[in-house]
């Protein structure tokens, strides 16, 4: 049984705060994008320059009506309120970056990001029980606080990272989000998972949808760290709420792989000297554009391919009977 929503809100009025949404979505970016900061086109990135010009930091715009959407139409608790404070945070750290004339260095939107992971983990803790459920499994583990608490800091970390990697390509990133996120709210409806969280799932995709309708290939606007870091932090908070946290793992794994070789490579070679993947672009999706010479359009679908078949796939196991 799909629950629309819990708190005494109709199927209607659900149905109605995602019209809203996305119809507020593509409202005020078709109002509100000239004010964006413009993108300088990346360096190094396969076709980078090609961005040079549009705007971007657009993650402000669709986050923020998210917020609302939120606001006015789900029910709300103390735990879903200091969740959205965090999805906000992340998002106005990334819009001050993407609107800075000297782009952040990596330790300090890194540093940001441990912060805004430290408060999630602890307000996660104190709202939830540190038993986790290995879904395909049906096994229940409970974990000590602090070591919970700390996997619960990796995994949001991670998630903000590689999301915001793996943001290079018109619609890549964000279709990707909303392939993982469905994932998680079908697991949660054949968990039986009660609450308000499944709900903010669909407004969070229903503002992504409204942003894609000007990012898809060749893209008017850009969603910037402002999109991507909220989107990242957000999945995790998803991961964690279905209690089966590891499922991120293969809901996300085109994120993972895409954003986080990088990051993996980057970090290996930084502080150990040790290179890995010496004939590997990464992200990978500029390796495949460079190398493979997949268009734009081939790389976003394909990668969504891949996403959609594990998708499909952890699903299936995880039905009933």
């Known amino acids: 049984m799909i629950h629309y929503l819990t708190g005494g809100s109709t199927p209607l009025i659900a149905a109605i705060g995602l019209l809203t949404a996305f119809a507020g979505t593509c409202f005020f970016l078709t109002k509100l994008s000239a004010y964006l900061p413009k993108d300088a086109g990346r360096e ?7 961005s040079a010009g549009k705007p971007r930091g657009a993650g402000i715009i669709f986050i923020l009506v998210f917020t609302a959407a939120a606001l006015l139409f789900a029910p709300l608790d103390k735990e879903i309120c200091i969740y959205l404070i965090l999805v906000a945070a992340e998002m106005l750290t990334g819009y001050m970056d993407d609107a800075s004339d000297h782009p952040w260095g990596e330790y300090k939107k890194g540093l940001l990001d441990l912060i805004v992971a430290v ?67 079908v697991i949660d409806n054949i968990q039986g998972q009660m609450g308000n969280f499944p709900y ?8 992504i949808l409204g942003y894609l309708w000007y990012n898809a290939t060749p893209s008017r606007l850009m ?9 990242g932090i957000f999945i995790s908070i998803a991961a964690l709420k279905t209690g089966s946290p590891l ?54 679908f394909r990668f969504a391919i891949i996403q959609i078949v594990v998708s499909v796939a952890v699903i299936y196991m995880l039905l009933p009977g």
């Open 223 to 231: 969603m910037g760290d402002a999109g991507s870091r909220a989107m």
């Open 200 to 207: 903010l799932i669909l407004l969070f995709v229903i503002c």
């Open 119 to 185: 408060v999630l983990a602890v307000t996660f803790l104190n709202y939830n029980s540190s038993t986790i459920v290995i879904a395909a499994m049906g096994i229940s583990i409970t974990i000590p606080p602090v070591l919970f608490g700390i996997l619960t800091v990796i995994l949001v970390w991670t998630s903000i990272n590689v999301t915001n990697c793996s943001d290079g390509v018109d619609g890549l990133s964000g279709t990707l989000a909303i392939i993982t996120l469905m994932t998680i709210y």
């Open 44 to 50: 190094f990135a396969h076709d980078g320059k090609l």
């Open 247 to 300: 499922l991120y793992i293969p809901a996300a794994i085109v994120l993972i792989l895409d954003g986080g070789l990088g990051l993996l490579k980057v970090a290996l070679l930084r502080f150990l000297k040790i290179h890995i993947l010496k004939n590997t672009r990464t992200p990978l999706h500029d390796h495949v554009r460079k190398v493979k010479g997949w268009s734009n359009t081939q790389t976003v």
